[in-house]
């Protein structure tokens, strides 16, 4: 690694803290944003000769200050002065910074930042957006590439985005624990959605990253909240899934079921480390979603064939979360446990209700045909892969269904 | 004379490396690994995984106290050490230098080993 591109990493690890401080400074996302540019290029200049200051965002915030306050002298000049109130309290100007930085302040300007992704106006894609952009300093054209939408829609789309959170005004205020809490969550959806776009992307390179940048966000929120069970829940979660993506895909870019993965192709190292944040989260004994999810997740992981897998333990797991999140989607997840464990007629009487529910679902057709097809009811099989099919949202999901319906033909 | 070298570095930075940068970083380092080895130097290494990932058991308190997270919070984490066989210091460091140039940032911290006790692994009854 060139030290050019450990400089880089540094700056991409200190973006949230610092734009996030600087967007406490003042209180305007693009002047946030346009001093910390400022401040990484002035890094730029000085970083290589003497190497990253020992507290880069420290640096990189009181850099990106003053580049910020010397742009608004400059325009003042020219243009009327913005209101006083735009610009936070001032006085700590002389104050060491490093010293001002205290652990929690950074700790809500970086939530805050998130948080500011999640407003509930905006459709999940603008949220994914917003967050790549602004919190994960990706460039538009990276985010552009990830969704295949143009790179003019996607500055749009941003644009939008950044103008309605703006509008809808930003909470400076120190949150109180109840609102912590309800920032967090909202944030913690936002990051699953961040990953679940990558998940979801097929092969597509640009959007698998999209996982490695979601499990990223989530450590950074971890640091942050080392307590939060359905935090180390969320990350474990998105870290044993994300074990298996070199599993997931075949050498034509097909879907490659669970059950069949060359399980030596899992990441070891990311299975460890997910497992060991659900051990950590057990402790707290204050279950969530999440960790039921990364428990169903870690029974996979841990089996070193799939035909040692605790399907029980992944039903009675799935009924947990039937409980806790009640949702069609979850009872269809549950049926492949029961499937297993009672067969497929079971499987299939368990998903016949959700039917209406469900009457757009991809994963719903492909299910109840491979359930059919089970039971050798060859003809229903059929025409609920087709209709599985006429649903896929990527060619990897159609072209694992047409090997069903192949399978159909030949037999 | 043992010596542990200490890996200290800005976890987040190390953490948002691509695949592959830190592929290259480790092969990187693999090699200057293996010159130790050819040269009957190099004990056990090893790498930790983030401190998101650590518990802490705060023993001045009875009973002790479990805290998540790593023991303290600093701007560089220990991620990983090195014990090695060496003459002296200067050996140390420079083996330390040679580890360095190929792993940017950070710091390693060498510091002299007192008692080592193998794997033993093997030994269980």
């Given at each position: 690694?060139?030290?050019l591109?450990w400089?880089?990493?540094v700056?991409v690890?200190?973006?949230?803290?610092?734009v996030?401080?600087?967007?406490?400074?003042?209180?305007?996302?693009?002047m946030?944003?346009?001093?910390?540019q400022?401040?990484?290029?002035?890094?730029?200049?000085t970083?290589?000769q003497?190497?990253?200051?020992?507290?880069?965002q420290a640096w990189?915030?009181?850099?990106?200050?003053?580049?910020?306050?010397d742009?608004v002298?400059?325009r003042?000049?020219?243009?009327?002065?913005?209101?006083?109130?735009?610009?936070?309290?001032?006085?700590?100007e002389?104050?060491?910074?490093?010293?001002?930085l205290d652990?929690?302040?950074?700790r809500d300007?970086?939530?805050r930042?998130?948080?500011?992704?999640?407003?509930?106006?905006?459709?999940?894609t603008?949220q994914?957006a917003?967050?790549?952009?602004?919190?994960?300093?990706?460039?538009?054209?990276?985010?552009?590439?990830?969704?295949?939408?143009?790179?003019?829609?996607?500055?749009?789309?941003?644009?939008?985005?950044?103008?309605?959170v703006?509008?809808?005004g930003?909470?400076?205020?120190?949150p109180?624990?109840?609102?912590?809490a309800?920032?967090?969550?909202a944030?913690?959806?936002?990051?699953?959605?961040?990953?679940?776009?990558?998940?979801s992307?097929g092969?597509?390179?640009?959007?698998?990253?999209?996982?490695?940048?979601?499990?990223?966000?989530?450590?950074?929120?971890l640091r942050?909240?080392?307590?939060?069970?359905e935090?180390m829940?969320?990350?474990?979660l998105m870290?044993?899934?994300?074990?298996?993506?070199r599993?997931?895909?075949?050498?034509?870019?097909e879907?490659?079921l669970l059950?069949?993965?060359?399980?030596?192709?899992?990441?070891?190292?990311?299975?460890?480390?997910?497992?060991?944040?659900?051990?950590k989260?057990?402790r707290?004994?204050?279950?969530?979603?999440?960790?039921?999810?990364s428990?169903?997740a870690?029974?996979?992981?841990?089996a070193?064939?799939?035909?040692?897998?605790?399907?029980?333990?992944?039903?009675?797991?799935?009924q947990?979360l039937?409980?806790?999140?009640?949702?069609?989607?979850?009872?269809?997840?549950?049926?492949?446990?029961?499937?297993?464990v009672a067969?497929?007629?079971?499987?299939?009487?368990?998903i016949?209700?959700?039917?209406?529910?469900l009457s757009?679902?991809?994963?719903?057709?492909?299910?109840k045909?491979?359930?059919?097809l089970?039971?050798?009811r060859?003809?229903?099989?059929?025409?609920?892969?087709d209709?599985?099919?006429?649903l896929?949202?990527n060619p990897a999901?159609?072209?694992?269904?047409?090997?069903?319906?192949?399978r159909l033909?030949?037999? | 004379?043992l010596y542990?070298?200490l890996?200290?570095?800005?976890?987040?930075?190390?953490?948002?490396?691509?695949?592959?940068?830190?592929a290259?970083?480790?092969?990187?380092?693999?090699?200057?690994?293996e010159?130790?080895v050819?040269?009957?130097?190099m004990?056990?290494?090893l790498?930790l995984?983030?401190?998101t990932?650590?518990?802490?058991?705060r023993?001045?308190?009875d009973?002790?106290?479990v805290?998540?997270?790593p023991f303290?919070?600093?701007?560089?984490?220990?991620?990983?050490?090195?014990?090695?066989d060496?003459?002296d210091?200067?050996?140390?460091?420079?083996i330390?230098?040679?580890?360095?140039?190929?792993?940017?940032?950070?710091?390693?911290?060498?510091?002299p080993?007192?008692?080592?006790?193998?794997?033993?692994r093997?030994?269980?009854?």
């Amino acid at each position: 690694m060139t030290d050019l591109a450990w400089i880089e990493a540094v700056m991409v690890a200190a973006r949230p803290q610092a734009v996030g401080a600087l967007l406490r400074y003042f209180r305007d996302l693009d002047m946030a944003e346009e001093a910390f540019q400022e401040a990484c290029l002035r890094a730029l200049k000085t970083w290589p000769q003497n190497g990253p200051p020992r507290d880069p965002q420290a640096w990189l915030i009181l850099v990106g200050r003053n580049a910020g306050l010397d742009g608004v002298r400059r325009r003042s000049r020219e243009a009327p002065l913005p209101e006083e109130e735009a610009l936070s309290d001032l006085e700590d100007e002389e104050a060491s910074l490093a010293d001002r930085l205290d652990g929690s302040q950074y700790r809500d300007d970086v939530l805050r930042l998130l948080f500011m992704c999640c407003h509930p106006d905006l459709p999940a894609t603008q949220q994914i957006a917003l967050a790549l952009r602004i919190v994960s300093g990706l460039s538009v054209t990276q985010i552009a590439r990830a969704f295949l939408v143009s790179e003019v829609a996607m500055e749009q789309r941003i644009t939008r985005a950044k103008a309605k959170v703006g509008k809808a005004g930003l909470p400076f205020e120190t949150p109180g624990a109840v609102e912590r809490a309800e920032r967090l969550a909202a944030v913690a959806a936002m990051i699953y959605l961040v990953f679940n776009e990558g998940y979801s992307g097929g092969e597509e390179a640009a959007r698998a990253a999209l996982c490695g940048e979601a499990i990223r966000l989530a450590r950074l929120l971890l640091r942050l909240f080392p307590a939060e069970p359905e935090i180390m829940g969320l990350t474990a979660l998105m870290l044993l899934q994300h074990s298996r993506s070199r599993a997931r895909f075949d050498g034509e870019g097909e879907i490659v079921l669970l059950e069949e993965q060359d399980r030596a192709l899992w990441d070891g190292k990311l299975i460890a480390e997910g497992l060991a944040l659900i051990d950590k989260a057990l402790r707290h004994r204050r279950p969530g979603p999440y960790q039921v999810q990364s428990a169903i997740a870690a029974l996979h992981s841990r089996a070193a064939t799939p035909a040692e897998t605790d399907w029980a333990g992944i039903d009675a797991l799935y009924q947990t979360l039937e409980r806790m999140q009640p949702s069609p989607v979850v009872t269809l997840n549950r049926a492949v446990a029961v499937g297993k464990v009672a067969g497929a007629e079971a499987a299939l009487q368990l998903i016949e209700p959700l039917a209406d529910r469900l009457s757009g679902y991809f994963h719903f057709f492909g299910a109840k045909g491979a359930f059919l097809l089970q039971l050798g009811r060859k003809e229903e099989a059929r025409s609920a892969f087709d209709r599985a099919i006429s649903l896929a949202r990527n060619p990897a999901e159609a072209a694992h269904i047409r090997r069903y319906l192949d399978r159909l033909t030949e037999a | 004379m043992l010596y542990a070298i200490l890996c200290y570095n800005d976890e987040d930075a190390v953490w948002s490396w691509s695949k592959e940068e830190d592929a290259a970083v480790m092969a990187k380092l693999g090699a200057v690994q293996e010159r130790l080895v050819k040269a009957g130097k190099m004990g056990p290494s090893l790498r930790l995984l983030p401190t998101t990932a650590a518990t802490t058991l705060r023993k001045d308190q009875d009973p002790p106290l479990v805290i998540d997270g790593p023991f303290a919070e600093t701007k560089e984490q220990l991620l990983g050490f090195y014990v090695i066989d060496v003459k002296d210091l200067e050996e140390a460091l420079e083996i330390a230098r040679d580890l360095g140039a190929v792993n940017p940032g950070g710091s390693y911290e060498i510091r002299p080993i007192a008692l080592f006790n193998p794997d033993r692994r093997d030994k269980a009854s």
